[in-house]
C-alpha cells in the first residue's frame, strides 16, 4: 500500500504526549505542508502561529472547550484565516495537511475546534492576531508514547453511494 494511505489510515487524534519539544525545523516543514494546501481560487488566506511556550499553552488549555491536553502539548498550530468566502473550507485544508505531514514524522496531533466557538475571540486576542483574521483550527502537537491504533470508523459499505444514495 502506498505510504501516504497508510499514514491516513493510521492516523488518529493524539492528546498525550512525551515531555520533549518538536524542533523548529520540524515545526517549519509542517507549516509549509500547510500552506501547500489547495484554497478556493488559490486565494490562500491563511495564516499560522506556532506556540511553544509554556506558559501560553496553560492559558489556552485554561479556557478552550476540551483542550486541556494543551498543557502537555509540546506546541500548538493557530491556523488563522482571512475572512474569505471559503475560509473554513481553505484552512480546514491546510489544516488536514498538517495532520498528515505530522503522522509521517510520528508526531501526535489533535484538531481542536477554532471557528466559531466562545473562546475564538479570546485566542485571537491573546496572540495579538489582526481583526480581521478567522480562528479555523487549534492543532495541539506532541511526540506521543501511546502505541493505540486508530478507533474503529464506519465502513466503507456503510458510507460509500454509487451514481444516489
Request: aromatic content about 8%; charged content about 25%; glycine content about 4%.
Amino acid at each position: 500500500m502506498n505510504e501516504t494511505i497508510t499514514i491516513i489510515k493510521k492516523r488518529r487524534s493524539i492528546r498525550s504526549y512525551e515531555n520533549k519539544p518538536i524542533p523548529k525545523k520540524i515545526l517549519e516543514e509542517l507549516i509549509d505542508c500547510g500552506r501547500l494546501a489547495p484554497s478556493a481560487k488559490n486565494v490562500q488566506p491563511w495564516e499560522f502561529i506556532v506556540i511553544t511556550e509554556k506558559k501560553i499553552l496553560d492559558k489556552l488549555a485554561s479556557f478552550i472547550v476540551y483542550g486541556s491536553f494543551l498543557r502537555d502539548a509540546a506546541c500548538c498550530i493557530l491556523v488563522l484565516s482571512q475572512n474569505v468566502q471559503f475560509y473554513i473550507e481553505d484552512g480546514s485544508a491546510a489544516t488536514e495537511n498538517i495532520l498528515v505531514a505530522a503522522k509521517s514524522l510520528n508526531i501526535g496531533t489533535c484538531w481542536i475546534a477554532g471557528d466559531k466557538k466562545e473562546y475564538a475571540d479570546t485566542v485571537l486576542r491573546l496572540v495579538n492576531a489582526p481583526g480581521d483574521l478567522k480562528l479555523v483550527s487549534i492543532i495541539a502537537l506532541g511526540y506521543s508514547h501511546e502505541k493505540i491504533a486508530p478507533k474503529a470508523k464506519r465502513d466503507i459499505k456503510d458510507v460509500l453511494h454509487w451514481e444516489h444514495y
